[in-house]
């Protein structure tokens, strides 16, 4: 079993922090889509494994210690070829070990870069008195500033995916607005009803974030993952 495999290695390296490309595979084991994200120890084998999923590329620093990516100068978007490709890993590289002095850094992940869609956030979290939440809201600004987020209490039914995504007040975002494409709510609920399955069916996970989801006309994707364990 890959989840429990995963588990495990990060119980033995005694961390409660799994990478993203970890959190991605359980997700991904799960049934719910994330980018294809793999692990590149050095700059020729990122633009190698660039010029094998093909380009455009993500490249983002993959380090336990480092939860702000994109603050560390972690994240680099829209690389169209190796050049591109390893100018951004010494880059990462420069600015994550400058603003992260010891922090345990792997390599970098490169990712397959998703299209632009309707940001949304979809998490979980323990509440001490309910168990395990699910959390739905937009993404950016609407979460961060006006708290627009549905919860529910694990397990839910498909029901429940539908009002949680129904009672957000920017709903209207995901309707389709000024021209930005509908989002495809069948496929939320799916993501949501699939995030609950395997809360329920996991022991000893904390925390889920996945932040952001790409919501699109068809389908949704993953782009930034985030578990976190029980300390034990
Ligand atoms: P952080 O740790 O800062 O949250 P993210 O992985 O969320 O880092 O990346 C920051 C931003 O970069 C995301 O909000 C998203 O807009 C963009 N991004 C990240 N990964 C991808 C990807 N695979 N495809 C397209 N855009 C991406
Ligand atoms: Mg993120």
């Known amino acids: 079993m890959l989840v429990d495999d995963i588990l495990q290695k990060a119980r033995e390296e005694k961390r409660t922090v799994l990478t993203e490309i970890e959190a991605k595979q359980i997700l991904g084991e799960a049934g719910i889509p994330c980018t294809d994200t793999r692990l590149a120890g050095d700059k020729a ?21 480092i939860t702000h990516k994109s603050d560390a100068g972690g994240v680099k978007v829209g690389l169209k070829d190796a050049a591109a490709v390893e100018t951004a890993y ?5 600015s994550c070990t400058a603003k992260h002095p010891g922090a345990r850094i792997e390599g970098i992940s490169v990712q397959a870069m998703a299209d632009a869609g309707t940001e949304v956030i979809v998490g979980m979290t323990k509440d001490p ?46 309707e389709g607005y000024r021209g930005q494409d ?44 985030r578990i976190i364990l029980d300390a034990p």
């Open 129 to 174: 008195s309910f168990g395990p939440v699910l959390m739905f809201g937009l993404g950016g600004i609407f979460v961060e500033v006006l708290k627009d987020v549905a919860f529910r209490i694990v397990p839910i039914e498909r029901s429940d995916a539908a009002e949680m995504i129904g009672e957000i007040k920017g709903k209207r975002l995901l």
């Open 90 to 94: 010494d880059d990462i590289m420069a």
């Open 182 to 225: 509908a989002a495809d709510l069948p496929c939320l609920e799916d993501m949501l009803l699939k995030l609950s399955a395997l809360v329920e069916g996991t022991e000893g996970i904390a925390e889920i974030d996945m932040n952001p989801v790409f919501a699109y006309r068809q389908g949704a994707v993953v782009v930034d993952a």
């Open 45 to 65: 084998q990122a633009a190698a494994l660039g010029r094998t999923m093909g380009f455009p590329v993500v490249l983002k620093i993959s380090s336990v210690d």
